[in-house]
């Protein structure tokens, strides 16, 4: 199975700043099947890229995705209060899907 | 709009088995696979498995295998996910989510296996 590693752990910034989030694959993802997820406390995860760079119905343009074949990365270009969240990805290009352990982006 | 409505959260001895149900409503049933994704408490995610709510077939990841069953009945709209042989280990938050990029999430149903 693809084993997917996200850098780093723990994010601490303040609103305002850019965050870079790291996903790296044990194998190439082809097609470019990997989503990232945002996941606040006690809700589900919701969607925001797929494909590496598309994103999904009503996320914001500051969200942004990047990266092909093993390096993907999610940019959030001005850190709002309400994405303080933890952000995962996932590859849904081979079986079983996999998901990063994922990255907590954190206030400073 | 898409909605995913999930069952009610479950409690549950060691060895038994439980029953998810998760009702999609706003878009064409037959034409997004569904799949299941857990998350134990304070961890990750973890795929388990998808139904093509189309023609019944199931696929789900290697480590379930045995345990897991996923069924579909088209007239209500709504998949199940039955695991058996329940440990403490499987207490978890399971979320059902349309379509491989996981575009529309239910809103999970909590899973607590105890003695």
């Known amino acids: 199975e693809i084993v997917l590693t996200q850098s780093p752990g723990t994010l601490s910034l303040s609103p305002g700043e850019r965050a870079t989030l790291s996903c790296r694959a044990s194998?190439?993802?082809?097609?470019?099947?990997l989503a990232w997820y945002q996941q606040k406390p006690g809700q589900a995860p919701r969607l925001l890229i797929y494909?590496?760079?598309s994103r999904a119905t009503g996320i914001p343009d500051r969200f942004s995705g990047s990266g092909s074949g093993t390096d993907f990365t999610l940019t959030i270009s001005r850190l709002e209060p309400e994405d303080f969240a933890v952000y995962y990805c996932?590859?849904?290009?081979?079986?079983?899907?996999?998901f990063g352990q994922g990255t907590k982006v954190e206030i400073k | 709009q898409v909605h995913l409505v999930q069952s009610g959260a479950e409690v549950k001895k060691p060895g038994a088995s439980v029953r998810l149900s998760c009702k999609a409503s706003?878009?064409?049933?037959?034409?997004?696979?569904m799949h299941w994704v857990r998350q134990a408490p304070g961890q990750g995610l973890e795929w388990m498995g998808t139904?093509?709510?189309?023609?019944?077939?199931?696929s789900n990841a290697q480590k379930f295998q045995g345990r897991i069953t996923m069924t579909r009945d088209t007239s209500t709209r709504t998949v199940y996910m039955e695991l058996s042989s329940l440990t403490s280990e499987d207490t978890a938050v399971y979320y059902c989510?349309?379509?491989?990029?996981?575009?529309?999430w239910g809103q999970g149903t909590l899973v607590t296996v105890s003695s």
């Open positions: 194998q190439s993802v082809s097609a470019n099947y």
């Open positions: 139904i093509n709510p189309s023609s019944g077939r199931t």
């Open positions: 996932q590859q849904y290009d081979n079986s079983p899907q996999t």
């Open positions: 494909g590496a760079s």
């Open positions: 989510g349309r379509s491989s990029n996981l575009d529309y």
């Open positions: 706003g878009y064409t049933f037959t034409r997004y696979y």
